[in-house]
């Protein structure tokens, strides 16, 4: 069965402290993978698309890497600006739907 | 939004009365998506359509219609709707059935 599943539900950094967020997927057979961000009482945000093992994609201090099993979103010297939950999702070539977690609330701390 | 708009942005309603939610695209994308949000819950796929007319269901399709008959709106409706059914509604569209874009949502309060 498709899933993904998302590590930690919840973190809290202080400003500056670099940490990364999981998103365990399994699925037969990967098409992409995709990471969002969501404000409260928004929409989910587009950030990255990954499709292959060892492929990375950065946007300011977000970088995103992607294994065979996972996928991390490694945040670099956050800011409060940076609190939001994110949210991880796969796609298969099976269906094509779309999977997602339900993703890690982090908070930075001034 | 990526030139997405959803309507009503928030309503209240009664069980058993038929409710419809709009979205609404400027992007000229041919695939749209509905989808309902949780809490404990990732996002879950209701229906979604890849063309006018053109619809299929998605995981938790059960007491819900689409329809899309121009290719910049597709409209939700809850026929009958339920406690069970109060959430918040996404509408995302995709141009080449990869990366979704996502509206604002749509809160709805089913008493």
């Known amino acids: 069965e498709d899933q993904v599943t998302q590590s930690p539900e919840a973190l809290r950094l202080q400003e500056g402290e670099s940490s990364s967020l999981n998103c365990s997927y399994t699925?037969?057979?990967?098409?992409?993978l995709f990471w969002y961000r969501q404000d409260p009482g928004k929409g989910p945000e587009f950030l990255f698309t990954?499709?292959?093992a060892g492929e990375e994609k950065e946007k300011e201090r977000l970088k995103a890497t992607l294994t065979k099993k996972e996928s991390f979103l490694h945040i670099t010297a956050p800011k409060p600006e940076d609190s939001a939950t994110y949210l991880c999702?796969?796609?298969?070539?099976?269906?094509?739907?779309?999977?997602f977690g339900t993703g890690t609330s982090l908070t930075v701390i001034p | 939004d990526a030139g997405i708009t959803q309507s009503p942005r928030h309503k209240v309603t009664e069980t058993g009365t038929p409710v419809t939610l709009r979205c609404h695209q400027t992007?000229?994308?041919?695939?749209m998506y509905w989808y309902r949000q949780d809490p404990g819950h990732g996002l879950r796929l209701i229906h979604y359509?890849?063309?006018?007319?053109?619809?299929d269901k998605g995981e938790v399709s059960d007491g819900y219609s689409v329809s899309r008959s121009k290719t910049e709106d597709f409209l939700l409706t809850l026929e009958s709707a339920t406690s069970s059914q109060t959430s918040v509604y996404f509408c995302?569209?995709?141009?080449?059935?990869?990366?979704?874009?996502f509206g604002p949502g749509t809160r709805l309060l089913v008493l």
């Open positions: 699925v037969s057979g990967l098409r992409g």
């Open positions: 999702a796969v796609q298969a070539y099976v269906g094509n739907q779309f999977y």
């Open positions: 995302a569209i995709s141009a080449l059935q990869e990366t979704q874009y």
């Open positions: 359509s890849y063309g006018v007319k053109d619809t």
């Open positions: 990954l499709y292959s």
């Open positions: 992007e000229n994308h041919r695939y």
